[in-house]
T-cell receptor, first 111, second 114 residues
Framework: LAKTTQPISMDSYEGQEVNITCSHN???????ITWYQQFPSQGPRFIIQGYKTKVTNEVASLFIPADRKSSTLSLPRVSLSDTAVYYC????????????FGSGTRLSIQP | EAQVTQNPRYLITVTGKKLTVTCSQN?????MSWYRQDPGLGLRQIYYSMNVEVTDKGDVPEGYKVSRKEKRNFPLILESPSPNQTSLYFC?????????????FGEGSRLTVL
């Protein structure tokens, strides 16, 4: 199982673009990369998932370089409500569902 | 409304007193899973189930049991709780599995074992 490494915390300001990088050096060929957001005392919420290159949805973009050993979650124009913990997960697309959540990145947005 | 429902949301119990945390989903998902969350340790997977009558251990299964007799329910059983099982527990479900699909989480069950 691929282990992930993320920064423990990040700070930014409203209106800025925030990029959170996740390192997963041991990622396997069949692994997908998924990001979740968690607010205090709530369950995590799915943000975005990708396998390679770039994926974009209405809330974020996910950039995955060709070697797939890292990925970057990009949050455009953050607001105070984006203050949360962000988790990067790596898991096997073939359905083996024993996956690892890392310790996450605590993002704090200031006015 | 699509949701994952856990009960109880809060529980204080004593060492050795068996308890069950229920989890139910209304999305007809095949995959369900339990996690515990402790400060500084993120979310750790306890057990997961790919479908009815199919369960498997996650990273921290010791001291826990699960069953999957119906598709919608996946209870977590602590036969003899101990203080090191004091934690925040989350149940989750998905249509395709934790690694390849979107996991839907419940609101959490905060358990304190004295």
């Amino acid at each position: 199982l691929a282990k992930t490494t993320q920064p423990i915390s990040m700070d930014s300001y409203e209106g800025q673009e925030v990029n959170i990088t996740c390192s997963h050096n041991n990622i396997a060929t069949n692994d997908y990369i998924t990001w979740y957001q968690q607010f205090p005392s709530q369950g995590p919420r799915f943000i975005i998932q990708g396998y390679k290159t770039k994926v974009t949805n209405e809330v974020a973009s996910l950039f995955i370089p060709a070697d797939r050993k890292s990925s970057t979650l990009s949050l455009p124009r953050v607001s105070l409500s984006d203050t949360a913990v962000y988790y990067c997960l790596v898991g096997d697309m073939r359905g083996a569902s024993k996956i690892i959540f890392g310790s996450g990145t605590r993002l704090s947005i200031q006015p | 409304e699509a949701q994952v429902t856990q009960n109880p949301r809060y529980l204080i119990t004593v060492t050795g007193k068996k308890l069950t945390v229920t989890c139910s989903q209304n999305m007809n998902h095949e995959y369900m899973s339990w996690y515990r969350q402790d400060p500084g340790l993120g979310l750790r997977q306890i057990y997961y189930s790919m479908n009815v009558e199919v369960t498997d251990k996650g990273d921290v299964p010791e001291g826990y049991k699960v069953s999957r007799k119906e598709k919608r329910n996946f209870p977590l059983i602590l036969e003899s709780p101990s203080p090191n099982q004091t934690s925040l527990y989350f149940c989750a479900s998905s249509s395709t599995g934790a690694a390849t699909g979107e996991l839907f989480f419940g609101e959490g069950s905060r358990l304190t074992v004295l």
